[in-house]
């Protein structure tokens, strides 16, 4: 079966240091992969989404960058984090291959808050 | 990318049906319709997808009406376990064109 690793659960981190959150898949090949933003009480923002190794398309501007160095492998990153940078961030797979419907599967999150 | 439309919140009380309706009224021919259940602190978890007519589960019923430009999520006796939030998402293909959660209906269960 296929599971779905994200880490850490929660991180409390200063404005203007660096950020690294990781996500890998298990039990599947050349998922696509997706990184979500989600403020207190609203909805999923998409930041970032990739189809394969070094195919990382970002769906709003900001100082967070995204990378695929392996397969099963994606992080979200940035060099300063800001204080509207805080939420509550998901990574997501979905198979590849699957043209009906892209089912997405979702990891359990990450607790960011920036002070 | 079909825009959706889903009601900001509903009440309702364990025991009851709950239907959660969903307009998608641009919708593509090869779209489908998702539906996603989300607890607090959690990511959203798959509860059904469906193109057209009916689809069951252990979980849910979705109903679609021929012209596809609605659904309807049928959660059938409710318990205060249901409490989430609740989104449609219309769409198709793969990651190529991912696919835009909106902000989600609040289901709230009242004992």
């Known amino acids: 079966s296929q599971t779905i690793h994200q880490w850490p659960a929660t991180l409390v981190q200063p404005v203007g240091s660096p950020l690294s959150l990781e996500c890998t898949v298990e039990?599947?090949?050349?998922?696509?992969l997706y990184w979500y933003r989600q403020a207190a009480g609203r909805g999923l923002q998409l930041l970032f989404y990739?189809?394969?190794?070094?195919?990382i398309s970002s769906e709003v501007p900001q100082n967070l960058s995204a990378s695929r160095p392996q397969d099963r492998q994606f992080i979200l990153s940035s060099k300063k984090l800001l204080l509207s940078d805080s939420g509550f961030y998901l990574c997501?797979?979905?198979?590849?291959?699957?043209?009906?419907?892209?089912?997405?599967?979702f990891g359990a999150g990450t607790r960011l808050s920036v002070l | 990318l079909a825009k959706t439309t889903q009601p900001i919140s509903m009440d309702s009380y364990e025991g009851q049906e709950v239907n959660i309706t969903c307009s998608h009224n641009?919708?593509?021919?090869?779209?489908?319709i998702t539906w996603y259940q989300q607890f607090p602190s959690q990511g959203p978890r798959f509860i059904i997808q469906?193109?057209?007519t009916k689809v069951t589960n252990e979980v849910a019923s979705l109903f679609i009406p021929a012209d596809r430009k609605s659904s309807t999520l049928s959660l059938p006796r409710v318990s205060l376990s249901d409490t989430a939030v609740y989104y449609c998402?219309?769409?198709?293909?793969?990651?190529?064109?991912?696919?835009?959660f909106g902000s989600g209906t609040r289901l709230q269960v009242q004992p």
């Open positions: 998402l219309v769409g198709a293909g793969t990651g190529r064109r991912a696919l835009t």
């Open positions: 997501a797979w979905s198979r590849g291959s699957e043209l009906a419907g892209n089912i997405q599967y």
């Open positions: 469906g193109y057209k």
């Open positions: 641009n919708i593509a021919t090869n779209d489908y």
């Open positions: 990739s189809i394969g190794i070094d195919q």
């Open positions: 039990g599947t090949s050349n998922p696509n």
